[in-house]
């Protein structure tokens, strides 16, 4: 699509609920999921430019429901139809986010990174680049590190998610070079058992990550990971509960394997507290729950700036949510580490094809744009009728 450079004016919006089913229950200490139901979000501007955003809260961790967020797009709908001639967008990096406060200030997290993303698509289609390159602008011209001139990153380092020691061996044979293993608050010895076996199994030069989903004693969590330290973790996601930023904290102090901040991390303020807590090695940024790629952007340059490492994960979204997070991970900051991307193979169906973002050899391809270069197959219902898109540039 050839760049376009008039000011974007919204003109319609339409959102369409989603369930999609889980190929196996999906557990973590707050909650077990069996699908992933959302809201899909469509943005036109004036000119016929199309973007489109995803909102997935996740029971046990989302504020909202997907009924909500639902409600909060019809009445954005509705306040951008009565906005003459639609809802004028910024184009420029410096003013996008002041230009869509009115819309944004309003909506719950996962909404809110919809819309943003659904804008981002529509602003970088209009230019003819991708996401990534238009979030690795933004970053290169708030920061003077040296390390941005390598920004946008084509391809991601993804960790695969292992129960055992065969999934260990597959994974690897197939290019990962990170592997992710559950930890449990009562299952010691069976995870002391599990990651002897898939270190033997895998070798040394493997990294091997750790998520205990919050679900560990302060007590429980220094004890465990001073054993799990033999087997040369890399980090520990969320040992403690997300809101015992002491807590974790203390568990960083008190033994040798680095800390990740996972569910922890949900505004620009969580993110703060943990830095100046000195509670974590590493931010974990879920783009989705944050609220948008943008904030998760920020958070990243805070935690760069203090010496913190940053990877983004979903949080089991759909192809759309995903895509936004593909594109967050190829702008960030500091040192390039295995991102939790890989997780499309969990769902039993999804909102796009299945080759609309592929690992080759545990790299993740970034959608080369323009936008986020992935589209939902079938839009569940019609846009709005052509009269409602009415009221010129």
């Known amino acids: ?74 009445a954005l709908d509705d306040f951008v139809q009565q906005s003459e001639a639609g809802f004028a967008v910024e184009a420029e990096r410096s003013s996008f986010a002041a230009s869509v406060k009115p819309l944004t200030r309003v909506l719950p997290p996962t909404a809110r990174h919809a819309l943003e993303q659904a804008l981002l698509d529509l602003l970088a289609k209009r230019r003819g680049i991708s996401v990534a390159a ?47 293993v559950k930890i449990a608050a009562d299952e010691f010895e069976e995870d002391v058992a599990r990651l002897a076996a898939i270190r033997d199994a895998v070798g040394a030069n493997v990294k091997l990550r750790l998520d205990a989903n919050g679900a560990l004693t302060v007590e429980e969590a220094v004890a465990a990971l001073e054993v799990f330290a033999r087997f040369d973790v890399e980090c520990c996601e969320q040992p403690v509960a997300a ?17 990740a901040a996972d569910e922890a991390v949900r505004t620009a303020a969580d993110a703060q507290r943990i830095l100046e807590a000195q509670a974590a090695d590493i931010l974990v940024l879920k783009p989705m729950l944050i609220g948008g790629l943008l904030p998760a952007l920020e958070i990243a340059q805070a935690a760069c700036a ?11 979204d759909a ?4 895509a936004g997070a593909v594109h967050l991970a190829a702008a960030l900051p500091g040192p390039l580490l295995a991102c939790g991307l890989a997780t499309g193979e969990l769902l039993a169906a999804d909102l796009a094809p299945r080759d609309a973002l592929p690992v080759e050899h545990g790299k993740m391809l970034v959608p080369p744009g323009p936008g986020l270069g992935v589209e939902p197959e079938v839009w569940p219902r019609e846009p709005q009728d052509a009269q409602r898109k009415g009221g010129g540039a």
């Open 134 to 180: 238009w979030l690795a602008q933004v970053l290169v011209a708030s920061t003077a590190a040296a390390d941005t001139a390598t920004l946008p990153h084509e391809r991601i380092p993804v960790h695969a998610l292992v129960r055992d020691a065969a999934e260990a061996a597959t994974a690897v044979a197939a290019g990962y070079g990170t592997l992710k």
């Open 306 to 316: 203090e010496g913190v490492g940053v990877y983004a994960t979903t949080s089991l």
């Open 243 to 259: 809101h015992d930023i002491t807590g974790l904290a203390e568990v960083r102090r008190n033994q040798p394997v680095p800390v």
């Open 319 to 322: 192809a759309l949510g995903r």
């Open 1 to 74: 699509m050839s760049a376009t450079t008039s000011l974007p004016r919204i003109v319609d919006v339409a959102a369409s609920p989603f369930s999609l089913p889980l190929l196996r229950p999906v557990r973590s200490a707050v909650a077990q999921w069996h699908e992933r139901a959302g809201v899909l979000l469509r943005v036109e501007d004036a000119e016929g430019v199309v973007g489109y955003g995803e909102a997935s809260p996740l029971p046990g961790l989302s504020w909202e429901t997907p009924e909500q967020v639902h409600a909060a797009f019809e």
